[in-house]
Structure formats: C-alpha cells, structure tokens
C-alpha cells in the first residue's frame, strides 16, 4: 500500500472522533496531500459531513476521497484507498470490541481523541489495549480542552501516566468546529486558532507517520 493510513478511535461516545476525522483530513489535504476518509460508523456522521461539504461545493472535495465499510471489509476498502491517496483516515464506531481489531490492524498510527474528562480517560485504556495486542503505535490527542482549568489540567496529567504517547498539539472546545461541521466545513477554513491548533497536530501525526 502506498498511502498511510489512520485510524480515529475511542470507546466513549462524544470524544470528537467524527470532527477530528474530517480536520484531520482537511489539514493533510491543504498539505498537499490526497486525503480518503472511510466511514465505519453506522451512525454515518462522517458521511453526512462529505454529503454536505459536496452538495455546498462540489470542488472542495477535490483531493478527498470517501467510502463506507463494513469492519469484515476494512482491509480491502484501506487497500483500494491506500493505493489512490496519500493518507487514509478510518472513523470507528464508539466501542472498543473484536469489530474494532481489522481497523486498528491496518492503521500505521492509531489516533485516539480525549476530551477533557476523566470517563475518557477510562474509556481510552480499552482502544489502548486493542492497540497494543494489534502492535500498532497510538497517539493520545486531548480533544475539546479548556485552557486554564484544573479539570483540563488534571486529565492532561493522568493521559500522560496511561503509557502511550500524548501529542503536543492540544485540540480546545471551540463553537466553531461544530459550526463548521455542520455545513460540511473544517474550522481550519475558517479565520481563527483552529487554523493553528489543526496543522500543528497534522505536523505531529506526520511526523509519526514517516517515522513508522
């Protein structure tokens, strides 16, 4: 396979998975790079994200690609994709069970957003686990953070004592991700620090993918 692929996941529902998906994707893509994103989620989130970002604007799906799978038919879709992209973001389901495995099994680096909370936190040991038994690299990304709370500060600490690495690039609650979402969007296309917080992670994950 020529592209690298991705996989975005997270036990606990509500984590930003769908959202740090389609930034992700969107900051490769102004890289430069051809982006596939694949939705493995039955709720479709994903795909009515592309649907809208589509029917708003048909040419800013250039150089994104977007298909749905089943989990027994991830690693023939990763292939198809991997040989027409650069990079391939897989969007999980919120549930860490043997479904999750042929995702995590074909990602160079697992991707697992947590937000500022310590339920995350618990739900994360599980993916975490899966992971390790896949022998796949993850990376910890806090999602939805609140500069300046102890909370924030609590659960930072706590992911950074889990074992896994814990990316610089921190991701805060801002309205205008889910703004932005909602109309097929990507805050990083919008003016603000979204756009920084975005390519500052796309830079982390690149560079833990070309070191893999």
């Not at 051809?34 to 994903?46: H, K």
């Not at 990316?167 to 979402?181: C, D, K, L, N, S």
């Given at each position: 396979?020529?592209?690298?692929?991705?996989?975005?996941?997270?036990?606990?529902?509500?984590?930003?998975?769908?959202?740090?998906?389609?930034?992700?994707?969107?900051?490769?893509?102004?890289?430069?790079?051809?982006?596939?994103?694949?939705?493995?989620?039955?709720?479709?989130?994903?795909?009515?994200?592309?649907?809208?970002?589509?029917?708003?604007?048909?040419?800013?799906?250039?150089?994104?690609?977007?298909s749905?799978?089943?989990a027994?038919?991830i690693?023939m879709e990763?292939?198809?994709?991997?040989?027409?992209?650069?990079?391939?973001?897989?969007?999980?389901?919120?549930?860490?069970?043997?479904?999750?495995?042929?995702?995590?099994?074909?990602?160079?680096?697992?991707?697992?957003?947590?937000?500022?909370?310590?339920?995350?936190?618990?739900?994360?040991?599980?993916?975490?686990?899966?992971?390790?038994?896949?022998?796949r690299?993850?990376l910890?990304?806090?999602?939805?953070t609140?500069?300046?709370?102890?909370?924030?500060?609590?659960?930072?600490?706590?992911?950074?004592?889990?074992?896994?690495?814990?990316?610089e690039?921190?991701?805060?609650?801002?309205?205008?991700?889910?703004?932005?979402?909602?109309?097929?969007?990507?805050?990083?296309?919008?003016r603000?620090?979204?756009?920084?917080?975005?390519?500052?992670?796309?830079?982390?994950?690149?560079?833990?993918?070309?070191?893999g």
């Amino acid at each position: 396979m020529a592209g690298k692929v991705i996989t975005v996941a997270q036990q606990k529902g509500g984590s930003g998975k769908t959202t740090l998906a389609a930034h992700l994707a969107l900051g490769f893509r102004a890289e430069g790079k051809t982006v596939a994103l694949i939705d493995l989620d039955p709720q479709g989130s994903l795909g009515r994200w592309y649907v809208t970002r589509f029917e708003n604007d048909e040419a800013s799906c250039e150089g994104l690609e977007f298909s749905t799978s089943s989990a027994w038919g991830i690693s023939m879709e990763v292939r198809k994709m991997a040989n027409a992209c650069d990079i391939v973001i897989v969007d999980t389901p919120p549930k860490v069970d043997s479904d999750l495995r042929p995702a995590l099994r074909v990602a160079h680096l697992v991707v697992v957003p947590v937000s500022a909370g310590h339920m995350d936190l618990w739900a994360t040991e599980g993916v975490m686990d899966l992971a390790a038994r896949e022998n796949r690299p993850i990376l910890l990304v806090m999602n939805r953070t609140r500069a300046g709370t102890r909370l924030g500060a609590e659960v930072n600490e706590a992911a950074k004592q889990l074992g896994a690495p814990v990316a610089e690039a921190m991701i805060a609650q801002r309205v205008g991700y889910a703004e932005a979402m909602g109309h097929g969007r990507g805050a990083l296309e919008m003016r603000g620090p979204a756009r920084e917080e975005i390519a500052a992670l796309v830079a982390e994950v690149a560079e833990r993918l070309n070191a893999g």
